[in-house]
């Protein structure tokens, strides 16, 4: 596998967004030269709903760059739109996809430390920047989630900056495992018991994860 490496780096201001120009901060735009990384995102960067947007465990989404020419095969009429940014992440990245990740590895970026914490669900918003009610549940299908990170040291990122895991604490537990769980829910007893206990894990999925364990089977 080549080495992992910021292709783009993207923020957003909260705008309209399609015809009933509902707020939201999906659409972004490249920035060249440093970003800083805090505690809740990328300087500069907005979410308009923060019950479902943003966030300790949706501090920074990140995309495989891999992930768009599939986009683009799939719906060829939105070619344009499939570029860096184009579902709305943060951060596009080359060298590695879901299959490569599992769940909380932790990534140094530039002078920042981020932790994959949970996929990106996604919502109509997508449907809305692309005007096509295919692409959520497409994205569900196909598994292209991306990833959200948590910030675990702040610091600054730039393009080209390399993207590596310095730690894997779960190493049994696989990204694209916990993908198909959060779209599917269909998870087994003992995966509900290893998910309680992930630290890594975003806190809402744990507590899910909790509360379908207590259901009578």
């Known amino acids: 596998?080549?080495?992992a490496s910021l292709v783009s780096i993207?923020?957003?201001?909260i705008a309209p967004l399609g015809p009933n120009r509902v707020p939201s901060a999906f659409v972004k735009h490249s920035v060249v030269g440093p970003v800083t990384v805090g505690l809740m995102g990328l300087g500069g960067d907005e979410q308009a709903d923060r019950s479902v947007?943003?966030?300790r465990d949706k501090a920074v989404y990140g995309y495989a760059a891999a992930h768009y020419p599939a986009w683009i095969e799939d719906f060829p009429e939105h070619a344009a739109t499939f570029v860096a940014g184009g579902v709305g992440e943060n951060l596009t990245i080359a060298g590695i996809s879901e299959p490569d990740i599992y769940v909380g590895d932790i990534h140094r970026i530039g002078s920042a430390t981020l932790q994959v914490c949970q996929p990106r669900q996604p919502c109509f918003k997508l449907a809305l920047h692309f005007d096509d009610n295919r692409l959520p549940k497409a994205m569900v299908r196909n598994g292209r989630a991306g990833w959200y990170y948590r910030v675990i040291e702040t610091g600054v990122i730039r393009h080209g900056d390399g993207v590596d895991c310095i730690a894997r604490p779960h190493?049994?537990?696989?990204?694209?495992?916990?993908i198909e769980i959060v779209n599917f829910r269909k998870p087994r007893r003992s995966e509900l018991e290893a998910m309680i206990e992930m630290t890594g894990l975003a806190d809402d999925l744990r507590a899910d994860s909790r509360t379908l364990l207590m259901k009578p089977s």
Do not use: A, N, S, W
């Not at 190493?171 to 916990?178: C, G, K, M, N």
């Open 1 to 3: 596998m080549d080495k």
């Open 10 to 13: 993207q923020v957003g201001r």
């Open 53 to 55: 947007h943003g966030g």
């Open 171 to 178: 190493p049994d537990f696989t990204f694209e495992r916990l």
